[in-house]
């Protein structure tokens, strides 16, 4: 499967912003779709996935109540759409696919994480 990112950006701490995914390739409804982040000098992290086949979800705790992921089935995409956001969220956002959700959760999401990788798109909230 191919992970496209789009819609990375500035953003003011407090406000808003989404990144989009478009999944193509193999059958999309095989997979988990959701999004990992690396910030400067730090691990990534798993933050969210969403089910294509059903409505399942799961957000880190550290996004819980501020982030939310969505998808549009007819386009393959998935929608990462954060509010309020924080410095700390600054990071790379990365799109991932994969055929087992627990590789997005602590601790296989550093130990196996998801199989399929987009190319990054950068995020920067300032304070």
């Known amino acids: 499967v191919q992970l496209q990112a789009s819609g990375g950006g500035v953003v003011q701490a407090g406000g808003s912003l989404r990144i989009s995914c478009a999944a193509s390739?193999?059958?999309?409804?095989?997979?988990?779709l959701g999004w990992f982040r690396q910030a400067p000098g730090k691990e990534r992290e798993g933050v969210s996935y969403?089910?294509?086949?059903?409505?399942?979800?799961w957000l880190a705790d550290s996004v819980k109540g501020r982030f939310t992921i969505s998808k549009d089935n007819d386009k393959d995409t998935v929608y990462l759409q954060m509010n309020d956001m924080k410095p700390e969220d600054t990071a790379v956002y990365y799109c991932?696919?994969?055929?087992?959700?627990?590789?997005?959760?602590?601790?296989?999401?550093?130990?196996?994480?998801?199989?399929?990788w987009g190319q990054g798109t950068l995020v920067t909230v300032s304070s």
């Open positions: 390739g193999s059958p999309v409804k095989r997979y988990f």
């Open positions: 991932t696919a994969s055929q087992y959700d627990v590789r997005w959760r602590p601790p296989l999401s550093s130990l196996l994480p998801p199989e399929y």
């Open positions: 969403i089910s294509t086949q059903d409505d399942h979800t």
